[in-house]
């Protein structure tokens, strides 16, 4: 063999051995601005930013258990589109920065959609970041109004916004015979969107907004603020927080002589709500998403879910469940893992039947129809009304 044949050979040797290795590879960053990541190794890998510390994290780890049933599901029955999805939770905190942290984190391990969202004021920063690469979010929990607001296009909410969730209210509070309302906030995206949006509401209708109160995350005392809500005689205290303070204000309320009917939004929507305000909390009127308990189509799902975790479902597992489901028909409608493909099937989707009922969204990409119901704490446990 001559030395320029064998040097022939060396080349070409070297140049299919680039190439293999090229086409193996996968690049860091996308190959242009509007490029998405996209799955490989036979997986789809998709983003769950959740509150897996904190106060709120009993609703985050339900979540995500509630996704992950969905996800054995679809992959046991061969996976989207021959591929097998896998999940990477991101502990947001229902914290800002920390949800900002975790998304950007998301994104650098390639997920090409998102899953997840329980605070409204920890999901509408990462909007964007999301949106930077094209990655479709399927909003499961988070409905302040400002999310379609600032929604840049990649997302959509399959919770009721604080919109239905105000018209429930006001439904629950005329039930009630109510002319004045406190109303009770802490300040964060979420509690302070529902906060307005029912004082607004409520004052159009001709009654009283008799006094509207913002509280500190964490606070302890609440007995100034029970002595002023007594003394103005409010026939309706709605709390629109989470249920860590919101059951404290509810045991200080019932201890300082208050009598009136006590209202709570969604984000007080646990069962831990019952444990923490004791006797207390007997009477309470809770807004609450779609729970399994109430869903005649939800006993299977609730039965699994307690025979793997050996604990009910919470009040957002069957909005999650269906979030991941909704995602996974989105790609198999897609036929691949293209962010703007996952986001016009989105976009396209009609009469989705899921758990929590039908799914179908209005122009600005939230849920078309309310599914708020109204609970109450009867014997130390919810009763839906």
């Not at 060396?10 to 690049?27: E, P, Y």
């Not at 999805?85 to 991101?90: H, R, S, Y």
């Amino acid at each position: 063999m001559s030395k320029k044949f064998r040097n022939m050979v060396a080349v070409t040797i070297l140049a299919l051995a680039l190439g293999v290795t090229g086409c193996g590879a996968q690049s860091s960053e996308p190959t242009t601005p509007s490029a998405t990541p996209t799955a490989s190794g036979g997986e789809i890998k998709i983003g769950l930013p959740l509150p897996m510390t904190g106060s709120e994290a009993t609703y985050g780890k339900d979540m995500e258990n509630a996704i992950k049933m969905a996800v054995d599901e679809i992959n046991g029955k061969g996976g989207v589109n021959g591929k097998n999805i896998v999940t990477v939770t991101g502990d947001d905190a229902c914290d800002p920065q920390q949800a900002t942290a975790a998304a950007n984190k998301l994104v650098s391990q390639g997920v090409v959609a998102i899953v997840g969202g329980y605070c409204s004021g920890a999901t509408i920063p990462t909007l964007t970041v999301y949106n930077e690469k094209h990655i479709p979010f399927v909003i499961t929990a988070a409905n302040s109004s400002k999310i379609a607001a600032q929604n840049p296009g990649n997302t959509f909410e399959i919770n009721g916004t604080a919109v239905h969730q105000t018209q429930k209210a006001l439904e629950l509070f005329k039930k009630l015979g109510a002319k004045n309302v406190a109303i009770v906030e802490q300040g964060d995206a979420y509690s302070s969107d529902l906060a307005k949006q029912t004082e607004d509401s409520w004052k159009a209708t001709g009654n009283i907004v008799i006094s509207h109160d913002v509280t500190n995350k964490g606070e302890q005392d609440f007995s100034s603020l029970v002595t002023s809500l007594k003394s103005k005689n409010a026939d309706v205290v709605f709390w629109t927080a989470y249920y860590a303070d919101g059951a404290l204000l509810i045991k200080q309320l019932r201890q300082g002589g208050y009598k009136g009917a006590i209202v709570v939004g969604d984000g007080s929507s646990d069962p831990k709500l019952i444990e923490m305000a004791g006797a207390a909390g007997e009477g309470t009127y809770v807004l609450s998403p779609p729970v399994a308990d109430y869903l005649p189509t939800a006993k299977q799902f609730a039965d699994a879910y307690k025979a793997k975790f050996n604990q009910s479902a919470g009040a957002y597992a069957p909005l999650a469940y269906d979030g991941m489901n909704l995602m996974a028909d989105a790609l198999k409608r897609a036929g691949s893992t293209d962010g703007a493909a996952i986001i016009k099937a989105l976009n396209d989707t009609k009469d989705f039947v899921g758990l929590a009922g039908k799914v179908n969204f209005a122009a600005d990409k939230t849920l078309k129809e309310s599914n708020f119901i109204v609970l109450q704490i009867k014997k130390g446990q919810f009763v839906l009304q």
